[in-house]
């Protein structure tokens, strides 16, 4: 008799086991209830998710990069909307509390295999009810329903290419559109030949002859990580501010651009400390041009890997005026550098910085309207997009007549402390009632990457690491692919994967619009023992150039406008489609920031051979300041135009005083 007994003390242990304390009392009036065994969750899931199978981990290695641990509140729900909110189409839980997101073809590649279902049998930490996968085994899920993102993949002349145009002389710091027609190099002490004067012009009609097409120039103190804008006076002299140490940090710096193409210029940079400097030195400071003509120059830090220096300035310095004291940048420092700035259709100020962003007062600098956290990482909404978390920064295009809130994106970045380079854009409307921020994943992932407006309203993105962070010797993979993003597609379907690149571009690279609508790319100094300093100068040629189209052209008389004016030009068009205008702000670019970018698209009629521009309302749409001016045939730009709007309000035509600086006048 010992023997049954003790099996069915056994059997007695097993179906109690089972039971919750509700079913105990059912025991107790002689009915027994059984439950049904756990499973991973298959009903009432968010979205189009389904559920796939039970999975084995990658050999070597996990099968999603993307993991989010919570020992509390772990389930299918919380997984897979957090998954999807992000782009990711698989995803899958392990361990009870643990989330994964990935895509997935990523399970193949991994070595996962199918496992039995029993080896998915850890219950889900937010929900008992349901397994979350098992050790080291995934409940693994599906995104079925629409496509999350659709990425376009075009070939031959429709990707684009990549060309090698200069050897080059320098490796640059920040690169500047001239309205002369040149380009601007500005280069850190200590990075090229030992000989180098800091500064050079490229003139690309001149390539043909390398002693030509780099007229030498020189710079006193240190530009390392130093801030530049085009000024709107009437001549677009070049200010660069700011630097690495000592002197340098308090540094303002002129340049005149004179000659034109295939005419050399003799001006040369202008600097003397003793008669014009900054009230505080400041090392990763951003310049902007605000509407009244003035600088605004913000943030940075004291220079020499010092203590931040939160606060804004203004030059030319109005009278008694001090710096404006910001506890923002106080707070997020060190992960704000190189903020991003913008003027607002409504006169307000954008400022992006580290993963946050806010409007100021353009006279108070007080905070108008503080807006919500930019998303980061799947795993890490702590990432960032400024420097040294650095990701890039453009204005969307404006279009006549001009009442759409201005929209603002931001592509790239990384988290803190891993370094896990990130593989989304967001974007979002400051001034709109609703400025949630839009996420879109991209096609890699890219820190240190770059942004270039193009005349027909689209972006290129370029340069930059798969993984790591801004400086020298952090980041690793260089990511050598060119992205065309389209902001006139729907929302994640907006990004082509472009031409490859043979150079890596990673810590202090650039890219600037050429005249010809060209992407001019150059840079890299990573210091990293694998990658050269690298002085070669290419251009990315967009499909808007392999079509075989003819150009569009035009002649115009008054390059010197008002607000709300008609301006006549002359055009001839070949019938390649709609016709177009577009004004692009004249840009400099250092660490993925683009001082002076706006694109604006102003109302235009054409009859005949004459077309008649109605240029933009005011100084909050399109602050004043130098423009490349292009016309477009359907797809096809012309080559641009430089035109001033608005006039020099500031005058600093007859700033700064002193002997040392040329100055053009009113």
């Known amino acids: ?110 070595g996962s295999t199918t496992a039995p279902e029993t080896d998915c049998s850890v219950a889900c930490s937010g929900d008992a009810r349901y397994n979350c996968g098992g050790g080291n085994r995934l409940s693994w899920y599906l995104w079925t329903g629409t496509p999350l993102y659709v990425w376009q993949y075009p070939t031959g002349a429709n990707a684009g290419r990549y060309e090698l145009i200069s050897g080059g002389v320098v490796i640059p ?94 001006n040369d940079w202008q600097e003397n400390v003793n008669e014009l400097k900054l009230q505080r030195g400041r090392w990763y400071p951003t310049a902007m041009v605000m509407t009244n003509g003035s600088i605004l120059v913000v943030g940075g830090q004291t220079g020499s890997n010092g203590p931040p220096q939160p606060n804004l300035e203004i030059l030319p310095r109005p009278s008694g005026a001090g710096v404006v004291y910001a506890d923002w940048l106080q707070r ?134 798969k993984q790591g962070a801004a400086g020298f010797g952090l980041a690793t993979n260089p990511n050598l692919n060119a992205i065309l993003y389209d902001p006139s597609k729907p929302v994640n379907q907006r990004m082509s994967v472009m031409a490859n690149t043979t150079i890596a571009r990673l810590y202090h690279s650039e890219a600037i619009l050429m005249q010809d609508g060209r992407v001019l790319v150059s840079g890299s100094d990573p210091q990293d023992g694998k990658n050269p300093q690298e002085y070669r100068v290419e251009v990315f040629v967009p499909p808007y150039l392999l079509a075989g189209r003819p150009r569009p052209s035009f002649t115009i008389a008054n390059k010197n406008w008002g607000y709300g004016a008609s301006i006549p030009i002359t055009v001839q068009l070949n019938g390649g489609g709609a016709t177009r205008v577009s004004m692009l702000g004249a840009e400099s670019s250092t660490h993925g920031n683009t001082m002076g970018q706006r694109t604006l698209f102003p109302a235009v009629s054409c009859g005949g051979t004459t077309c008649t521009i109605t240029t933009p309302p005011n100084k909050n749409v399109c602050p004043p300041g130098w423009y490349q001016l292009f016309l477009l045939d359907g797809p096809t730009p012309s ?5 001033r709007i608005g006039g020099d309000p500031a005058a600093l035509g007859n700033w700064p005083p002193g002997p040392t600086f040329k100055k053009p006048g009113l």
């Not at 009609?205 to 530049?228: I, Y």
Request: charged fraction near 10%; charge should be neutral.
């Open 332 to 465: 997020t420092d060190p992960n704000n550098l190189y903020p991003f700035l913008a003027v607002l259709p409504s006169g307000g100020i954008f400022v992006g910085y580290y993963n946050e962003a806010r409007i100021l007062d353009p006279v108070t600098f007080n905070t108008i309207k503080t807006l919500p956290n930019m998303p980061g990482a799947v795993n890490n909404p702590g990432a960032g997009r400024t420097y040294p978390l650095e990701g890039t920064a453009m204005l969307l295009p404006q279009y006549a007549p001009f009442t759409t809130p201005l929209g603002i994106l931001i592509c790239g970045g990384s988290t803190i402390g891993a370094a896990i380079a990130l593989d989304n854009c967001v974007s979002s409307q400051p001034e709109a009632g609703n400025n949630a921020w839009t996420l879109e994943r991209m096609p890699s992932q890219r820190v240190m990457p770059c942004m270039a407006a193009l005349p027909d309203g689209t972006y290129m993105i370029l340069n930059g690491a």
């Open 1 to 110: 008799m010992a023997a049954p007994l003790f099996r069915s003390a056994l059997s007695l242990l097993f179906w109690l086991s089972l039971l919750a304390s509700s079913d105990a009392s059912a025991i107790a009036k002689g009915a027994l209830t059984v439950r049904q065994a756990r499973t991973a969750q298959k009903t009432g899931l968010p979205g189009n998710w389904q559920y796939q199978a039970c999975i084995t981990e990658g050999v070597g290695k996990r099968v999603w990069k993307y993991q989010i641990i919570s020992q509390t509140a772990n389930t299918a729900t919380t997984c897979l909307t957090q998954c999807q909110n992000f782009g990711y189409q698989a995803a899958g839980m392990e361990y009870g509390s643990e989330c994964w997101c990935g895509d997935a073809v990523e399970i193949a590649a991994a």
């Open 173 to 266: 710091l920040v690169t500047t559109s001239g309205v002369n027609g040149k380009y601007t190099f500005v280069e850190k002490f200590g990075t090229g030949a030992p000989n180098s004067t800091g500064a050079y012009e490229l003139d690309v009609s001149q390539l043909g002859n390398p002693s030509l097409a780099w007229r030498e120039m020189h710079v006193k103190t240190d530009v390392f990580c130093s801030a530049s804008v085009t000024l709107p006076d009437k001549a677009g002299r070049q200010i660069n501010i700011g630097g690495w140490s000592g002197d340098s940090t308090f540094g303002i710096r002129l340049y005149w651009p004179d000659g034109s193409p295939g005419v050399p210029g003799v």
């Open 639 to 643: 080559v641009s135009t430089w035109v």
